[in-house]
């Protein structure tokens, strides 16, 4: 039997911190899809289009990994794919009450889907899509945040 695992989120940009989980998670399942979620909360940077197609771009080494853009719930994402393990990363304490929260609802919506923890390496941990996009935004070198597609592609949006 297959193991597959959904690692869900706006990945607004994608990072090295988020390549990072997904490595490791294509090295613990057999499968792993990255959910590119549409989060009507969020006011994000790029598009769900945009996202995705950097997502693509900077998972396209490895094998085992699919991109897939979503709407609503994770968890009727995940079911509709046949998946009951989501991903989520910890980087520091701070994202352990969110991460812990959001966890308890899935399990509640769903219970047969469970959530797994990764930790980036140390050098990811401090990594967020919003500290990347400020330091983007005042011209800082982010070539070590981030791949190639997505810096070109921060620096066009800000040249703008």
Same mark, same amino acid.
Do not use: C, W
């Given at each position: 039997m297959k193991r597959s695992a959904l690692y869900? $989120?706006?990945?607004? &940009?994608?990072? %090295? $911190?988020?390549?990072?989980?997904?490595?490791? #998670?294509?090295?613990?399942?057999?499968?792993?899809?990255? $959910?590119? #979620?549409? =989060?009507?909360? *969020? *006011?994000?940077l790029f598009d769900k289009d945009e996202r995705f197609e950097m997502l693509q771009e900077a998972v396209k080494g490895i094998a085992n990994v699919e991109v897939v853009a979503f709407d609503g719930l994770v968890v009727d994402f995940a079911r509709s794919r046949g998946i009951n393990?989501?991903?989520? $990363?910890?980087?520091?304490?701070?994202?352990?009450? %969110?991460?812990?929260?959001?966890?308890?609802? =899935?399990?509640?919506? #769903?219970?047969?889907?469970?959530?797994?923890?990764?930790? &980036?390496?140390?050098?990811?941990?401090?990594?967020?899509?919003k500290l990347l996009k400020e330091s983007a935004i005042l011209g800082a070198d982010i070539s070590s945040f981030?791949? &190639? =597609?997505?810096?070109? *592609?921060l620096k066009d949006r800000f040249r703008s």
């Open positions: 869900p $989120g706006s990945f607004d &940009p994608v990072t %090295y $911190g988020h390549i990072d989980l997904i490595e490791r #998670a294509s090295r613990i399942f057999d499968r792993v899809v990255v $959910g590119v #979620a549409n =989060n009507l909360h *969020k *006011k994000p393990v989501l991903i989520r $990363g910890l980087r520091m304490v701070s994202d352990f009450e %969110y991460e812990f929260q959001m966890a308890l609802t =899935n399990r509640r919506l #769903a219970d047969d889907v469970e959530t797994v923890f990764l930790m &980036p390496s140390e050098q990811f941990s401090f990594l967020s899509s981030v791949p &190639p =597609n997505v810096e070109a *592609k």
